[in-house]
């Protein structure tokens, strides 16, 4: 910026505290956003400590570290926070602090119900959690098949510590998704055409319409289990004519959207951070548009291929099976459009550019190991196997959290006026990406070799035991990463180096103006003529709008 | 901010405000995007009601539902939602004491909705002896317009705060978005009640 005035650092104590009362009282959507992020990353110390407490367990056949019902409480704990509390308030912190910067808004289209989100997320996170203090977290999974959730077999309240934490931050995640649909719909910058938003916005607006469509009818499943539970209502209980397959399909008709829902935005921040990377406008940013538009589509008609297993019918597996094969068309679309973006760009391996380079190897496995099982024959198979936990950790943590992590390092800068140190980022991304792979690589041969998810231990003659501790080392090499992580994250928060307003010579919105943005984000609205405002800012003998 | 000085010089060019959507501010795609949500929560409900239909081993069936009172208490609503549209285009236009009018007869017309469903359900329970733990046909009867109710219940509120703004003097054409935002929310309501009588006392009755 053409003034900057140097602030002096504040000491005092007093005007630290009413900075604290500030922010949890803010409605500004920036700090709600960072809000989302810290509370996130607590939530990730969370279910990172139980997966490694259950992969400790797993170390060798018929160890004994874990009681069987405190593992069943620690997969469910570790899915159901990586889901609600970790992947969806992560993004949707992502959204909240980028989407009002990247379309030239003065903030969200409701700021109070924009806090209203971000603080029924917290208490239905720790209304889940307080369940430890109560008897014991939930023990029927991430999933709560019936009739496992029933009066007769979860006994004590933790089903229902699950039921209500998920129906409050649920409340919170619909409110959001509203607001981004009425933000990203009315209160673009002059100029900002659907041709010409971001593709991060894109694929916000596809995430909050799922997010509508998707998270009503878990809202509907979850009452009728309360109502099962508390009042004796029949739904999901077969002794008395009710129906256990309704649950499985109202909670999956929620469920498979909902992966992406959290897949999405990654998908998004990779489509804004590797152009910059490469130097290159992304390729084909209609048919990535196009793409997520379908693929959102299709995902509402999917659901039953997590319900193989079940015996449905041969006509409902054959139009599930094919409904998911198609699924990989457009995903296959986006994956050929960011490749074909790197190809021959001037590419810059920064940190979060290799986050990227990672999140398009390991989500491609991810990926591929999904088309397989929608085969329903290989399915029953590998079904409830760790070839499935290896599969989603591939599309959600190769994908979603490598996604995460790239957008990390890009927009730290944004948000701190700091850079993230570059050595640590790469210390951070090597460990990750061996130690993931040295995690879940191994899982797709113990699941093919038999080795039963959800089940607290294994059979020594499956001989499965190497793979296992594979596993198991490779969640030391992962928590490495995470600590170098935390130590980036404070250490350059601290003293990180000067970022200035644009540290990547990017193209979008929220780079023109300062890091950290004022509350007010530009004093001027911006007005638009291309894809890359910034671009033409920049470089006014050869704008982009000549060429659109 | 010399940068975002010159942008705005482009704000002079043709495409200036070319995405801006008609008439739709934030508030109204706001609660066109919550109802969408809402006709889901509904529609999984209703798909759950039907999946469940004639599936009884015993107990009360559809057969002790009285179809003429529930024709009362729809139209009661569906009164109410004209009502409200009355309210919704006075305030617009200014006229604060018709809105005023408009929306206590809304909440007198949506009182009687409640009576009538109150007797409904009383013969429910008294005379039939459906309870929601009756049996399925119970379960998802009471679940499906429980829900419908809770929607009556949580805009009588709004009716009611609309009173208060009302009575305290403070009406003024700067309420007219709010207020047509709930008239939107109560026609959707009074159309999911419409949708729940065909569906559950006329069609599959
Ligand atoms: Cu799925």
Redesign the pocket.
């Known amino acids: 910026m053409a003034t900057t005035v140097a602030v002096p650092e504040m000491t005092d104590k007093s005007p630290r505290r009413s900075s604290l009362l500030e922010w949890v009282t803010t409605v500004d959507h920036k700090r709600i956003g960072i809000m989302y992020l810290l509370a996130a990353l607590f939530f990730l110390v969370c279910a990172g400590t139980e997966a490694a407490l259950m992969r400790i367990q797993l170390w060798k056949a018929r160890f004994d570290f874990l009681e069987p019902d405190t593992f069943n409480q620690l997969f469910t704990m570790h899915g159901t926070t990586m889901v609600f509390f970790v992947g969806m308030p992560i993004l949707v912190g992502f959204g909240n602090f980028l989407v009002p910067l990247m379309i030239g808004a003065r903030d969200m289209a409701f700021p109070r119900m924009n806090a209203f989100g971000l603080w029924m997320f917290i208490l239905g996170g720790l209304l889940t959690y307080y369940s430890f203090l109560q008897g014991g977290a939930p023990d029927v999974g991430w999933f709560a098949y019936a009739p496992l959730t029933s009066a007769t077999f979860s006994r004590g309240m933790s089903t229902d510590y699950w039921i209500l934490g998920l129906m409050t931050s649920g409340l919170g995640t619909l409110s959001g998704g509203i607001n981004f649909i009425a933000t990203i719909l009315t209160m673009r910058a002059p100029g900002m055409t659907f041709g010409r938003m971001p593709l991060f916005i894109w694929m916000m607006l596809v995430d909050a319409v799922l997010i509508v469509i998707a998270f009503p009818p878990l809202t509907a499943a979850q009452t009728m289990l309360l109502l099962d539970r508390q009042l004796g209502a029949h739904f999901f209980d077969p002794q008395q004519g009710g129906s256990a397959v309704l649950w499985q399909h109202l909670f999956?008709f929620f469920?498979?959207p909902e992966?992406y829902i959290l897949i999405l935005p990654a998908f998004g921040m990779i489509s804004e951070i590797i152009p910059v990377f490469a130097r290159k406008v992304i390729f084909g940013y209609e048919s990535v548009a196009a793409a997520t538009v379908l693929i959102a589509f299709i995902a509402c008609g999917?659901?039953a291929?997590?319900m193989f297993a079940l015996g449905l019918s041969r006509t409902i597996d054959i139009f599930f099976s094919g409904s998911?094969f198609l699924i990989a068309i457009p995903t296959g679309i986006k994956m050929f459009n960011w490749i074909a973006t790197l190809y021959g760009g001037k590419i810059r391996f920064q940190t979060p550019m290799i986050f990227c380079l990672g999140f398009l190897a390991m989500f491609l496995i991810g990926g591929l190991s999904g088309v397989m099982l929608a085969a329903v024959p290989f399915d029953w198979q590998a079904s409830d196997t760790y070839f499935v936990v290896a599969h989603f950790h591939y599309v959600l943590f190769g994908g979603t959290l490598f996604g995460i992590f790239g957008g990390f390092y890009y927009w730290f800068p944004k948000m701190s006026g700091r850079l993230m140190n570059e050595t640590l980022g790469k210390w951070n991304f090597w460990l990750l990406m061996i130690g993931f792979n040295l995690t879940f690589f191994p899982m797709h041969i113990s699941g093919l070799m038999g080795m039963p998810r959800r089940i607290y231990t294994y059979d020594p003659e499956l001989g499965v035991d190497i793979w296992n501790q594979l596993s198991t080392i490779g969640v030391l090499v992962q928590a490495a990463a995470f600590i170098v992580f935390a130590v980036n994250l404070i250490g350059s928060l601290r003293s990180g180096e000067r970022s200035g307003d644009d540290p990547w010579d990017a193209w979008t919105l929220e780079w023109l103006t300062t890091s950290p943005p004022p509350a007010y984000n530009f004093e001027v609205i911006p007005a638009v003529r291309s894809r890359r405002p910034l671009w033409d800012l920049k470089h006014p003998e050869d704008p982009d709008w000549e060429h659109e | 901010m010399n940068h975002a000085a010159a942008l705005s010089a482009h704000a002079e060019s043709p495409h200036h405000d070319q995405h801006a959507l008609g008439g739709w501010t934030p508030l109204k795609v706001g609660m066109a995007s919550f109802l969408f949500s809402e006709a889901a929560l509904f529609a999984t409900l209703i798909v759950a009601y039907l999946k469940f239909l004639g599936q009884d081993d015993g107990g009360p069936t559809p057969e002790v539902l009285n179809v003429g009172r529930e024709l009362v208490a729809v139209i009661l609503l569906l009164v109410s939602s004209i009502t409200v549209q009355f309210a919704s285009r006075d305030l617009a236009r200014g006229r604060c004491t018709s809105c005023t009018v408009g929306v206590i007869l809304t909440f007198i017309l949506t009182v009687g909705f409640l009576i009538v469903t109150g007797l409904e359900w009383r013969e429910l329970i008294a005379v039939d002896g459906l309870t929601i733990n009756r049996n399925l046909f119970g379960s998802s009867f009471y679940t499906l317009f429980g829900f419908h109710l809770g929607h009556v219940l949580a805009g009588c509120v709004m009716l009611l705060i609309m009173m208060g703004i009302a009575f305290s003097g403070s009406l003024n054409a700067r309420s007219s978005p709010g207020m047509e935002a709930i008239a939107w929310y109560w026609h959707f309501v009074n159309g999911v009640s419409v949708t729940l009588f065909l569906v559950v006392y006329v069609i599959t009755r």
């Open positions: 999956w469920g498979h992966v999917v659901w291929h997590h998911t």
